[in-house]
């Protein structure tokens, strides 16, 4: 259905998770930054390698097994908050599978608008490519977002380094078509233009031909969020992509996380077994 439909029936409550998911939301985002805090010695290699002059510009790498692929997590937030210290107890779930790990952070809006965030965060592919290779590390490539960072990963699929060497991408809870942030409160931060809008919209500016797609959503989500993953769903099989869909029940937007990240979960082992057969 599309989000047309919700104009006048609660687009805050269809379309802001925070919204949608109440005094949980801030319950959540506190137990992430804690043990998030609490796990980051759980990780090994570096933190914060630079990428750019902003002072989001930079990374962590945490290499993996030579056997599995490499995650690039970009963190969610409606691009306009969070930080991908807030994800480092998601990345310790996921390093337990072996995965390598890049975490990107990136300039948030209204600090920056949208299209400036993604060509920092093309800048910063490029140096991430660059330091795979050359520390020997050519394992297939898994990107992996949340929210606004499905979308960024969705858009970023196209960056020429990836070429042949993308294997998947990962979307948990993606927000897909971005004129429908014009009619929210958040723009007031996000800031887009309607010809924003439509340029950033991943229906009308599909993710690249040739990764497997993983969308997930809650399926404690409003109806109309739940809709952007089953619609994005289904315009990538009926383009040929090998696509998955997985309705995680009971959950909403950010426990989600949670249980996806981790393979001791039944959903989050599904995540898991298919990024490793990558």
């Not at 005094?23 to 010695?41: G, H, I, T």
């Not at 014009?182 to 500016?205: F, P, Q, Y």
């Not at 981790?262 to 959903?267: E, I, K």
């Amino acid at each position: 259905m599309s989000w047309l439909v919700w104009r006048d029936h609660g687009m805050e409550s269809q379309f802001n998770p925070r919204v949608a998911v109440g005094d949980a939301a801030a319950v959540c985002l506190v137990a992430w930054a804690d043990q998030s805090a609490n796990r980051k010695e759980e990780l090994a290699g570096s933190f914060d390698l630079v990428y750019g002059p902003h002072r989001l510009m930079r990374y962590d790498f945490h290499p993996g097994h030579k056997d599995r692929p490499i995650i690039i997590n970009f963190h969610g937030g409606y691009w306009r908050a969070l930080d991908k210290a807030d994800m480092n107890h998601h990345m310790a779930d996921l390093a337990k599978s072996g995965f390598g790990l890049v975490n990107m952070n990136y300039p948030l809006c209204p600090e920056v608008s949208m299209t400036q965030m993604m060509t920092h965060l093309r800048s910063g592919i490029d140096e991430v490519i660059k330091m795979l290779d050359a520390s020997g590390h050519h394992q297939p490539i898994i990107m992996f977002g949340h929210s606004a960072g499905a979308h960024i990963a969705f858009h970023l699929s196209h960056h020429p380094k990836l070429q042949n060497r993308l294997a998947g991408i990962a979307a948990l809870s993606g927000i897909y078509e971005t004129e429908l942030v014009l009619e929210l409160a958040v723009n007031e931060d996000v800031r887009l233009s309607k010809d924003e809008a439509h340029e950033w919209n991943c229906l009308t500016h599909m993710p690249a031909v040739g990764p497997a797609y993983y969308i997930a959503v809650g399926g404690a989500e409003p109806s109309g969020w739940i809709d952007q993953s089953w619609i994005m769903a289904d315009a990538l099989r009926q383009r040929g992509d090998q696509t998955r869909f997985h309705g995680c029940g009971g959950l909403h937007h950010f426990n989600l996380v949670d249980c996806l990240c981790d393979a001791n979960h039944l959903d989050g082992a599904r995540l898991h077994e298919w990024m490793k057969s990558l």
